[in-house]
T-cell receptor, first 112, second 114 residues
Framework: GEDVEQSLFLSVREGDSSVINCTYTDSSSTYLYWYKQEPGAGLQLLTY?????DMKQDQRLTVLLNKKDKHLSLRIADTQTGDSAIYFCADSPSGNTGKLIFGQGTTLQVKP | DTAVSQTPKYLVTQMGNDKSIKCEQN?????MYWYKQDSKKFLKIMFS???????INETVPNRFSPKSPDKAHLNLHINSLELGDSAVYFCATTVWRGGYNEQFFGPGTRLTVL
């Protein structure tokens, strides 16, 4: 079945770059997503990448996709304390239901 | 003006009770979901409705029954609550943006079963 895995925790210093990694198993995924969850809140879409792209850049965010290895990463440049949150990788299995399979979430701790 | 709202925000109840969680959206989206987030933050889809019709029903105990009275509402009723039902339940909607979809989550309902 479909599975998405992430490391659980990452700690960085303010101003450093953060890299959050994710692996997935479903080769039919057309889009892959990164969602952010701040404490006590629901998830918000941060960015996404189409499966035929290798890279997508959006301001401080860079998404890299290695489709052969089914590996996705999110790089946050110049990490700020406000970036402290849980980051979820998600893939979308084929079909038109909008169903997302989420990873376990990576807690990003940014130290001042 | 909240896009996806849930009530209640917190729910503490005894084992064996029956309870409901309500969700309302004012985004005009056709598709709504219920997710369960456990204590380890693992988020799993439970149900999805499209225009009041059930389209996703994951392997969820039949003590959980979703109901969609109209496109803007998706409620979750849970019978005979068990300790393992303690979690944060999120309602979400989705909009299709030319290929990819964006989901909008409510603030969550933290259910504690004692």
């Amino acid at each position: 079945g479909e599975d998405v895995e992430q490391s659980l925790f990452l700690s960085v210093r303010e101003g450093d770059s953060s890299v959050i990694n994710c692996t997935y198993t479903d080769s039919s995924s057309t889009y892959l997503y990164w969602y952010k969850q701040e404490p006590g809140a629901g998830l918000q879409l941060l960015t996404y990448i189409f499966s035929n792209m290798d890279m997508k850049q959006d301001q401080r965010l860079t998404v890299l996709l290695n489709k052969k290895d089914k590996h996705l990463s999110l790089r946050i440049a110049d990490t700020q304390t406000g970036d402290s949150a849980i980051y979820f990788c998600a893939d979308s299995p084929s079909g038109n239901t909008g169903k997302l399979i989420f990873g376990q979430g990576t807690t990003l701790q940014v130290k001042p | 003006d909240t896009a996806v709202s849930q009530t209640p925000k917190y729910l503490v109840t005894q084992m064996g009770n029956d309870k409901s969680i309500k969700c309302e959206q004012n985004l005009g989206h056709d598709t709504m979901y219920w997710y369960k987030q456990d204590s380890k933050k693992f988020l799993k889809i439970m149900f999805s409705y499209n225009n009041k019709e059930l389209i996703i029903n994951e392997t969820v105990p039949n003590r959980f029954s979703p109901k969609s009275p109209d496109k803007a509402h998706l409620n979750l009723h849970i019978n005979s609550l068990e300790l393992g039902d303690s979690a944060v339940y999120f309602c979400a909607t989705t909009v299709w943006r030319g290929g990819y979809n964006e989901q909008f989550f409510g603030p969550g309902t933290r259910l504690t079963v004692l």
